[in-house]
């Protein structure tokens, strides 16, 4: 419980330093989250990172931990095909919204959610999920999703050591690779 306050503040911490204020037809997006390191988060194997979008009055933060390939093959292998992800390593991803976003065709109210993937070949499905200060997906709770997205899988334009996750710079989709392997999930914000 101690350790989660701890790495929830310094989530926070981070991302408060990285949010800009921008007027209401701008998107403020942070810098890429490989960046985003101290020692308290450096010495751990999968580091914590944390994504931001601003557009109009909406923020959405998302809180993860990089895993490293460290010549791996993970998708698929480490991480099946099938099986519900983490999305990241250590706690469970968790994202946050100040006003209701639109993900895929699907409407998710403001919040936090924790944030699970079931990947597959030529597709993942994104799953947003009430149950948050999860441990990894061994304690995931099918009946407390809130919402299921189902995006493609393409080719990533280069090789990400690290997972990572970011959001475009027009705040049109939050995108999420690893390896060679990347999703963009279309987000709408109502701005």
């Known amino acids: 419980m101690k350790r989660n306050l701890i790495y929830t503040t310094l989530a926070l911490v981070l991302s408060m330093s990285y949010f800009h204020s921008v007027s209401a037809q701008e998107v403020?997006?942070?810098?890429?989250?490989?960046?985003l390191t101290g020692k308290a988060v450096e010495a751990r194997p999968s580091p914590m990172a944390v994504a931001t979008m601003k557009k109009g009055d909406a923020y959405v933060k998302v809180v993860y931990s990089q895993p490293h390939l460290k010549n791996r093959k993970m998708i698929g292998e480490k991480e099946p095909y099938g099986k519900v992800w983490r999305l990241g390593a250590n706690e469970a991803t968790e994202i946050t919204l100040t006003e209701d976003i639109t993900i895929g065709d699907t409407q998710l109210e403001?919040?936090?959610y924790s944030m699970f993937a079931i990947p597959e070949?030529?597709?993942?499905?994104?799953?947003?999920?009430?149950?948050l200060g999860q441990w990894g997906a061994y304690s995931y709770d099918e009946?407390?999703?809130?919402?299921?997205?189902?995006?493609p899988v393409k080719k990533a334009e280069k090789t990400f050591e690290a997972f990572t996750i970011w959001f475009s710079a027009d705040g049109s989709s939050m995108n999420m690779a690893w390896g060679d392997t990347q999703v963009n999930v279309p987000i709408q914000v109502s701005a």
């Not at 403020?28 to 960046?35: L, M, R």
């Not at 070949?121 to 149950?131: Q, R």
């Not at 009946?143 to 995006?151: H, Q, T």
């Open 28 to 35: 403020a997006v942070t810098p890429d989250p490989s960046k």
């Open 110 to 112: 403001a919040g936090t």
């Open 143 to 151: 009946s407390k999703d809130v919402a299921r997205v189902e995006v």
């Open 121 to 131: 070949e030529g597709n993942w499905t994104i799953v947003f999920n009430s149950g």
